[in-house]
């Protein structure tokens, strides 16, 4: 799978990222089915220390990037955490928390902020307590509330993330009724991308045809009855669209991501694609593994591509959809994603959806496995 | 994953006229960035930025030096007094109150 010396010559240096995701740690005290975690947890005693964690900050200001999504598993777990965002915010690079809630206290959160956290997005499984409770296996819908109460009181602005799912996209309006409760400046409807635990649980997540359609309707009407109130964004069903998406804006294009040890990968879910071959903070400097490392340039430009992708219009939108999904689907991580009705592997994707279909009818969806807790 | 990553452009010179300069007597806003907003230059591509939670917008022109003058402190009719000093030939008496409106209008100046 390497690319040929000659090739990798010929390619221009790539512009620098803008956006890190850093995975602080994959401890967590939820469960979510749907968690896009892998399914193989990163020991918590391998994790990067907050100095590791600040050096590679500053790494990654120097090579561009001007913003950080600090997440995992639960980063309020780092006791560490906001010597975590005062690095980030020392280099200049603009924090936002992604959060469960749970763990999230007052002075906790003025720790955070006098750290410079600027901003804080907020998980929600259901906007019904118990229904969160059996899709989180842990009950947290208290701690969310006030987690976000307590946000909305240090001024900070407050994104509700609900990955959507058989089991809660009957619920969208009570969802969007939520975010407006709680004070949610934006609301981010997104439906479930199947890795890690999530492609483990995809016959019980997945939900058939006339439920998204039913729930776009209803997005469709908030997005007219707010007229900007509250932002909703609505993150595609790409199995049920037959659409591919323009999976992170292209491979190795615009952000990247560090791992709880280090190990920095185009997207969170391409550990499983690149196993051994991810490079990692401890061996490379970050403005190498960037520009030059084999698992960031294999999927660079067009190069890669199937024939079907490179005689698609649509290839300078989509950059030929999600390689994690090609590999997890096909075995062949350069295969058209099979998620695009044009692919000649959608015929899977397509079997899948018709089973959601059949579940439906036959009532009960098959029982989750939950997350397990990271060692 | 959410895509974070749109980015936007400023141009502080192509508004759109939806709100008239406002009158800088009656009205001493003294506008600053809101808490989720980063106003910083960029090194490594040499432009301004105003980065937030989801977006990052790229300031083109005279607009960052615009939004670097919003400190909370100075009036509207303040700044543009400074950049008429500053650009004695731009229409900095007519643009900057109008941009500075739609910067509040989107939530990113308090
Ligand atoms: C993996 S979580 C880690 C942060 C924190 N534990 C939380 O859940 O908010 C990061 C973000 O991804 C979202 N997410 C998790 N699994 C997902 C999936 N399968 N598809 C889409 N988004 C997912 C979560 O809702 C959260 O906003
Ligand atoms: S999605 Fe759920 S299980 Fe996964 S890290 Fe977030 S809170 Fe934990
Ligand atoms: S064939 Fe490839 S480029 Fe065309 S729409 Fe499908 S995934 Fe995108």
């Given at each position: ?135 989180a296996g842990a009950r947290a819908f208290t701690a969310k509330e006030r987690a976000a109460s307590l ?137 190498w593994i960037w520009r030059h490392s084999d698992a960031f340039t294999r999927y660079r430009g067009e ?73 | ?20 300069a406002r009158d800088a007597v009656r009205d001493p806003w003294r506008p600053a960035l809101t808490r ?75």
């Amino acid at each position: 799978m390497n690319t040929p010396a000659t090739l990798r010559a010929a390619t221009p240096a790539p512009d620098p990222p803008w956006a890190l995701l850093a995975e602080l740690t994959h401890g967590c005290p939820l469960r979510c089915a749907y968690c896009s975690n892998p399914m193989e947890l990163t020991d918590r005693r391998a994790e990067l220390s907050a100095d590791q964690w600040a050096d590679v900050l500053r790494q990654a200001a120097d090579l561009g990037v001007v913003q950080t999504h600090l997440s995992g598993g639960e980063p309020l777990l780092r006791r560490d955490l906001a010597e975590i965002v005062a690095a980030a915010d020392s280099a200049g690079i603009h924090t936002q928390l992604v959060t469960s809630g749970v763990g999230l206290h007052r002075e906790r959160l003025a720790r955070l902020v006098d750290a410079g956290l600027r901003s804080v997005q907020l998980s929600v499984q259901h906007p019904d307590p118990r229904a969160a409770e059996r899709i989180a296996g842990a009950r947290a819908f208290t701690a969310k509330e006030r987690a976000a109460s307590l946000v909305r009181s240090a001024g900070l602005p407050l994104g509700l993330n609900a990955v959507l799912h058989r089991a809660n996209l009957d619920a969208l309006d009570d969802f969007v009724e939520l975010g407006l409760s709680w004070g949610a400046d934006r609301v981010e409807l997104a439906n479930t991308q199947f890795y890690g635990w999530a492609l483990r649980n995809r016959e019980a997540l997945l939900p058939d045809r006339a439920q998204v359609a039913r729930a776009r309707a209803r997005v469709e009407r908030w997005r007219e009855r707010l007229a900007g109130r509250m932002e909703l964004v609505w993150v595609a069903p790409d199995y049920v669209d037959g659409v591919a998406k323009p999976c992170m804006g292209g491979w190795g294009a615009v952000s990247l991501t560090v791992a709880p040890d280090g190990t920095v990968l185009p997207c969170p879910a391409a550990a499983a694609l690149l196993g051994r071959d991810a490079p990692n903070v401890r061996d490379h400097r970050l403005d190498w593994i960037w520009r030059h490392s084999d698992a960031f340039t294999r999927y660079r430009g067009e190069a890669w591509m199937s024939d079907t992708c490179r005689g698609c219009e649509l290839r300078t939108a989509d950059f030929g959809g999600c390689r994690c999904q090609a590999y997890a689907l096909t075995g062949d991580a350069a295969r058209t994603d099979p998620a695009c009705h044009r692919s000649p592997d959608h015929g899977l994707v397509r079997a899948l959806v018709d089973g959601a279909a059949a579940r439906t009818k036959e009532g009960e969806p098959p029982a989750y496995a939950y997350r397990t807790h990271a060692p | 994953m959410s895509a974070q990553d749109a980015v936007r452009d400023a141009e502080p010179y192509a508004v759109p006229d939806r709100h008239a300069a406002r009158d800088a007597v009656r009205d001493p806003w003294r506008p600053a960035l809101t808490r989720s907003v980063l106003l910083r230059h960029d090194r490594v591509r040499g432009v301004d930025l105003l980065v937030l939670p989801e977006r990052v917008v790229v300031l083109r022109g005279a607009a960052g030096s615009i939004v670097a003058r919003c400190d909370g402190e100075r009036e509207v009719a303040g700044i543009v007094a400074e950049l008429a000093r500053l650009h004695p030939d731009a229409p900095v008496a007519e643009e900057v109150p109008v941009f500075l409106e739609r910067l509040r209008a989107e939530g990113w100046l308090r």
